[in-house]
């Protein structure tokens, strides 16, 4: 089970599923090093059963090994479509800097995925994280969520 108490997907409860992660699902992935640590100093996340001391992050899974991914001021376009509230913010809403250059425009390598929140503009996902090992996410499905 994982909870979501953070904006960028449906606040509520998730299961986990045995599923392989396709495309336009939702997943749960650890945050690691630099990033973790920002997301817990900022509240983004709360402490959690991560190896990094954080929550998991629930996210849509975008792109995939070998998808074509193009940043420019639009946003994210993965292979030719743009993907809705994927432009990148300087800061928060607190107005602290977000990481920039994460992500870069190229093909998404093998082991690789690419994971963005269609749920909220202001989401910490792929803009700032950049990509993340495929094989860390696991597909989760919602029980129940807040609308």
Known sequence: MRW????????????????????????ACCLEGETAA????RGYLRPGGCPSGAQPLLKRLAGLPGDFVQVDQEGIHINGVLQPD?????????????????????????GQALTLSNHH?????GRYLGLVPLDSLRTVEPLWTIP
Not at 5 to 19: A, D, F, I, K, Q
Not at 38 to 41: F, G
Not at 121 to 125: K, Q, R, T, V
Request: glycine content about 12%; overall charge positive; hydrophobic content about 30%.
């Open 38 to 41: 920002l997301a817990l100093a």
């Open 4 to 27: 979501n108490g953070t904006p960028s997907m449906p606040r509520g409860l998730y299961r986990l599923t045995s599923e392989v992660p396709q495309r336009g699902d939702v997943v």
């Open 86 to 110: 994927s432009r990148s913010r300087q800061a928060d809403r607190q107005g602290r800097e977000l990481p920039q250059q994460a992500l870069h425009s190229g093909i998404i390598p093998q």
């Open 121 to 125: 503009s202001g989401g910490f996902d």
